[in-house]
């Protein structure tokens, strides 16, 4: 055990609000910006982050106590466990992530409501606890499976990750001494003990352990636990998993060692979590191999296996990957949880190696993957991130507890209900991902209102103010409030997609700035100003002719934000699947949206038309049809007016 | 119990292999052809029928000993049962398919090592009936769940409805006094006890039981399994069945009543079994309304949730309908088994209506989907029938034992492997399905080398040699070889996609015939002939514009038969993803494929390239490219070479 009266190296003595962070490195001196070190104010994110706090996190807890997930916690220490009990076999992980969840925003806002639920909440789960640390209300008491009888499906080392993730954010907000973070030792020192070198040669099923023992290790100093991250991370990819009925090796990652891998596949959740845990293991064993490897499966797969949106996972079937450029918007799944799993895995390589490219993924799965799954009003959520959908769903299918992917619509719950806390604890945490230090550097990787009082190498302090209504408007104003008395860098992300960005320095006069970073360093004075101006016109985008679901269609974006037309918007009579996009026509900027002018023509009744035609274009809508502005939203409010039919890629007139 | 000493109307006493077929309609003058009153010559379906009787029957029985799904009747019978067992729950189901197999092989050829078969097998099977007619080796027994606890995924009706129809085929062969008929009237007495009215009120989560015990009626006569039958029909829809994690009740057609659903959806083999029972429910009661429901839903799902191929499925994840017009080649699904139950479903509208359209779709399904699954040795298959292969799949996952649909590659067994035995029933009664008969008149609705004595009203025959080497040639020369001393009427389908079809009457002058039907009624006169010829021409066919998953692409069709390009047939270093169809080029029939001029161009390497991008085409083969031959062949032969990439529908260069 490690004596926690000597603080370790890595470990903040007490917590600090002001630096905790979800992913802490041993080496390396880029680190994302503390909980509090980066204050958002209304805005884009701030008002996510806001619905989170006063909504979503109460909303999970009532939902998890009204369905017996938190009882179950109740009858393992009582002793009155059975065979058959409320919830998946995963479902403790939903406690986690709503506890992880619920740290950050008590250290982000101090929130007393947040501290009540958590205390409550560990002080349930404590009791659940067996002697020797393994904590698991599915497997192993009186009338249950055995332990670790199941590793392919059970679930437990990946519950018990996210135990660890949880007591990370508490102890890095209120430091080390605190129950949660005693109940995750005691169980971290237990799967070092049944999992380590010696002992029970398994992984689990669900990669997630992995991330959660290395970030743990990281927060208490501990190498075992580092090392035991290693060891599932090595173990892996070599046929230990027994085959499941009808999935093969590759759904849970155990076909090819991580290392040898060339593009995720399989379940795309499962797939990222390792792939952040391998990063975890690298950058602390300085394992380059590893490092190059996972950059290389990032690369491929965000080449060839990724959505406009940012969405990872064409299929519904396995919730898996698909092959390179099977990327169909007909049944695109695009899960809420494989949204943030790339998040994780981006964040981890821009720590890494500083390259602005996986802050630019980022920024376009925070904004059409993450923003879209909750409702605006925080209760409801998408499970699957599809980008079309052909028919509205039904308000009757948002009521109550959904299957996981379905309908159109956002619902409160799911029966496999992983996305709502997966999107709690990332909002809550949010900011930590939006900016970074490096010694004297500052960076900005994502732009929102808000304040920065950045801790830089030798605790002096560059305090800037950011106004700025993006992704509603592309200019980024950012007031020098506080800085040292010394040259210091502040460094811009400019995105991939911002040709012809412009940098004004302190009143100065405007400069183009290049795609990927935008570096000015020198010494600042309190009062200067610099404006970074994101082009916002909105563009059309084309897929890769090697996209077979999307030949003869074109996407609108603006800025970070992909766009959609929804059936909400169309004229009386007309049938979204009849809408031509005439690419000649000019697409202009409105309020939040923008406005396409498009070609609509209603085609012949349907009824009767062969599915496949002698001649092509059969029931084609003519190219003489009316044109009619077409009003697009963007992709993340889809849905919420009404149940709709949706586009993302809409098809091309053919007279383009 | 019906006294079998007098034989029911419907039933053929003692048995005729002559006359036996798997569906006979209690109303109704029209009736398919019998299963020697139609016999198949060398040719592309009695070569096939020939392989399923030397090969296919005894291998499927070879798999199932090895696997212990045979000994699971022997541990029933001792009184060894245990929780586990090998085999899913629906295990025996496959054994009664084989039986049925067997049953129509033993009567098409008189097979003694069929009739072996046969009789060993009943024998296995006997003993583990239960003394009340309850026939399961999966629930039930010492140590097993009980009986009828799992309607929802037991399947239990579903085997005693294939345990029916086998029992259909051995009694229309050999006569209803025979072990198996026995079993099978024990069992089907034990079902009206369990579930008739005032018994208990379920279904089962997947159809078959209506068609087993709506066909097994009309054999016996036994009006108590029509009305079986027709119990299970209306109770369904009506959110009987337990929901199951993750599904809905559209899963198992439990969503909207037989009578008012609109269009067929959820699992694609239980839609149309179900449909099939429909069906024989309202030709057997006379309930028109019913008939019009599942004619309305046959003609929405094949004008937009019907592949080219005839295949139906869109959907790998519940192997489901897709949407209307959700149809991507990306991922299609077409289940062999859905194929079949397809032709099951039309085949019966046929009968009830006498309309070209449903035999039409049968041969659509016949050649491009039946034809497809088995290797050409009758010792692999495939489970799913995708209409895209991207990548080229691996001889290793075609060894053993494969999960049910992947891999592009055809497969000895399968976990789930209710496809090769399918296979084999239908192959061994595929002439049933050829022609049919109606008072004096003889219908071709195949066409295929063999002879017909065809049994006309008052007993008088007309026999017909056929001989074609159609789908490869489209001549079909029809000699009459005796026919009676009087007007008599021979009609012959035209395929939908015929155009320009000519008739000869007894080398008279060529008429055209359209699609449809071409009747010549007259009286014959042993050795003359008619020569019917299809035109071959390959043909382009286009994707309606509502089927994203297909936009700019189109593909080759000959006669009957869907052409596909194999990776297998490409230039060295040319890339499947790369090739364009030049529509304005000509399309020519070699041998037994077709050639098809199209312009080949290796884009740029596309690693590194985007895959959304703000041009339009940015790594498209450029319309410059090398026009190079290609050569298609039938879409049922891909992968018998070796494992290939493989496409239906190639896109269309940009200048066409």
Known sequence: MTDTSAPPTNAVPGGSALLARPVAPLSGSRRGAG???????????????????????????????????????????????????????????????????LAWERGRSGSPEAEAMFVALVERIGPAQDEDGYLNTCFGHA????????????????CLGHLLQAAVARARVTGPRDPLVEIARRAADHVCREFGAGAREGICGHPEIEVGLAEFGRLLGEPRYLEQARLFIERRGRGTLRPIPLLSAAYFQDDVPVREAQAWRGHAVRALYLAAGALDVAVDTG????????????????????????????????????EDWELPADRAYCETCAGIASIMVSWRLFLATGEARYADLMERTFYNVLATSPRADGRAFFYANPLQQREAGSDVEASGVNPRAEG????????????????????????????????????????????????LADGAVLALGIITSYPGDGEVRIEIREAPARPVALRLRVPGWATGATLSDAGGPRSVVEPGWAMVEREFQPGEELVLRLPLEPRMTWPHPRVDGLRGTAAIERGPLVLCLESTDLPEGVDLADVRLDAEAPVRAVADGAVAAGRVQVASDPDGTPPFQSQPGGA??????????LRLIPYHRWAEREPSAMRIFIPVSSSA
Chains 1, 2 share one sequence.
């Open 35 to 101: 909980l509090t070190e980066f204050r958002l104010a209304e805005g884009f994110w701030g008002r996510l982050q806001q619905t989170n706090a006063t909504t979503t996190l109460g909303h999970c807890l009532d939902w998890m106590e009204r369905l017996g997930w938190l009882a179950n916690f109740d009858r393992v220490a009582t002793g009155e466990t059975a065979r058959e009990r409320p919830g998946w076999q995963f479902s403790d992980s939903e406690v986690y992530k709503l506890l992880e969840a």
């Open 287 to 322: 394992d380059d191999e590893l490092l190059d490897a996972v950059r290389r499966q990032w690369s491929r797969t965000v080449e060839r296996r990724t959505y406009l949106t940012g969405g990872m996972g064409s299929r519904h079937q396995d919730e898996g990957f698909g």
């Open 620 to 629: 084609e809508p003519s190219a003489g049809g009316p044109a009619v502005d």
């Open 408 to 455: 159109g619509v956002r619902a409160p719950w799911f029966e496999v209900s992983c996305c709502p806390t997966n999107v709690a604890r990332t909002l809550a945490s949010w900011q930590s991902y939006a900016a970074a230090v490096e010694d004297d550097a500052v960076t900005l990787l994502q732009y929102a209102a808000g304040e920065g009082r950045f801790a």
């Open 143 to 158: 009338g249950q499976q055995p332990r670790y009888s199941d590793l392919e499906e059970g679930h437990e080392l990946y």
